[in-house]
């Protein structure tokens, strides 16, 4: 199962993406979605997590207040809004699916998200 992330660019310090991530119908309502990130020589970090059936959200420490996630079942469609980006906010973006959890549950563990999209690059500039 494939998932498609895309909306990376290229902005200046201060300016804002909206980044997608589409899964599979057949799935999407039996997962919880995450997007990750990773910079060059770091590793990979959740930003932020949203559950399956449940209005029920994770952000990371250096995200919270300027990221939001979203998710549009009629859509199958998962959505981070990146505002107040920073210089470290530069990163491969990934989205990624945890299909074992709960439906009010978030996994903060990088192990147990099952599928993944190709990444989709930020880039921001001061």
């Known amino acids: 199962v494939q998932l498609q992330a895309s909306g990376g660019g290229s902005v200046q310090a201060g300016g804002s993406l909206k980044l997608s991530c589409t899964a599979p119908?057949?799935?999407?309502?039996?997962?919880?979605i995450g997007w990750f990130r990773q910079a060059p020589g770091r590793e990979r970090e959740l930003v932020a997590a949203?559950?399956?059936?449940?209005?029920?959200?994770y952000y990371s420490d250096s995200v919270k207040g300027r990221f939001t996630i979203s998710r549009d079942n009629a859509k199958n469609t998962v959505y981070l809004q990146t505002n107040s980006l920073k210089p470290e906010d530069t990163a491969v973006y990934y989205c990624?699916?945890?299909?074992?959890?709960?439906?009010?549950?978030?996994?903060?563990?990088?192990?147990?998200?099952?599928?993944w999209g190709q990444g989709t690059q930020v880039t921001v500039s001061s």
């Open positions: 990624a699916a945890d299909r074992k959890i709960l439906s009010a549950d978030i996994s903060t563990t990088i192990d147990d998200y099952d599928y």
């Open positions: 119908g057949h799935i999407f309502s039996r997962v919880a």
């Open positions: 949203v559950a399956r059936m449940v209005n029920n959200k």
